[in-house]
């Protein structure tokens, strides 16, 4: 079953046309979520029925209202109607590296505010590591090749069995959430249904940059993984 990838904002990186307020808005939501570009001024961003004023200042709350947007979804769409728990598993930055200490980790801080608002349907498991020191795919060049990624993608402990939902901050190719897929589902523990992400870069202008995006995150065929346990 292929998995639903599903962004609650559109990520415009470039486009010919004169941006909107609300592109800028967006870009600014993703900017904070990022955790590491600075951006000017404010933006308000739609959280619940209300627009809610995002500033440098208060850059982590994007954090709480993502974990808003993708709870109200998924308990709706999803979580509601499930029996059992499930499992939210986070995809490290690039400095998540086995043993090593990880400064910025925003998808961590996604899952947390996440699972706040799914309560008891939903633990976080922190479990997935780079074997190696990568590049940053946005800002260094890094691969986005799933086949690459997921050679150096390892799960460090056994997982309990169960539905999975994968967060990242932005999806850009799917690279990183195919091999996050792929090491997960080769733990033979659990099996990923959604993957959430605050944006979906794009780069031309989207007629609406808050609107829900849902897709069908495809498929590549197995590899064999390595897991830590």
């Known amino acids: 079953m292929a998995v639903k990838l599903v962004c609650f904002a559109s990520y415009l990186t470039r486009s010919d046309e004169p941006w909107s307020n609300e592109d800028h808005n967006a870009s600014k939501f993703i900017k904070a979520i990022k955790g590491n570009r600075q951006f000017k001024g404010f933006a308000t961003v739609p959280v619940r029925r209300n627009r809610l004023r995002l500033e440098m200042t208060n850059r982590n709350q994007a ?7 993708a709870g109200d979804y998924l308990n709706a769409k999803w979580l509601q109607h499930l029996e059992g728990p499930a499992y939210i598993v986070p995809l490290p930055s690039s ?9 910025r980790f925003p998808a961590l801080r996604m ?4 699972q706040k608002v799914t309560a008891y349907h939903t633990t976080v498991l922190d479990i997935l590591r780079w074997r190696e020191p ?7 060049g890094g691969s986005r090749n799933a086949n690459v990624l997921r050679e150096n993608l390892v799960v460090t402990s056994k997982p309990p069995p169960g539905p999975c939902i994968l967060v990242d901050d932005v999806c850009t190719s ?4 195919r091999a996050a897929v792929a090491a997960l589902e080769a733990s033979r523990r659990l099996t990923v249904i959604y993957a959430v992400c605050a944006g979906r870069t794009c780069q031309s202008r989207p007629e609406n940059p808050w609107a829900i995006h849902v897709e069908e995150l495809q498929e590549e065929p197995p ?3 390595d897991v830590l346990f």
Request: hydrophobic content about 40%.
């Open 111 to 114: 899952a947390e505010e996440l």
């Open 174 to 177: 799917g690279g990183h959430l």
């Open 63 to 69: 954090y709480r209202w993502f974990g808003h947007m």
């Open 134 to 140: 990568k590049p940053s795919a946005s800002s260094a």
């Open 223 to 225: 590899d064999p993984f």
């Open 95 to 103: 400095e998540g590296v086995v043993g090593a200490t990880i400064n």
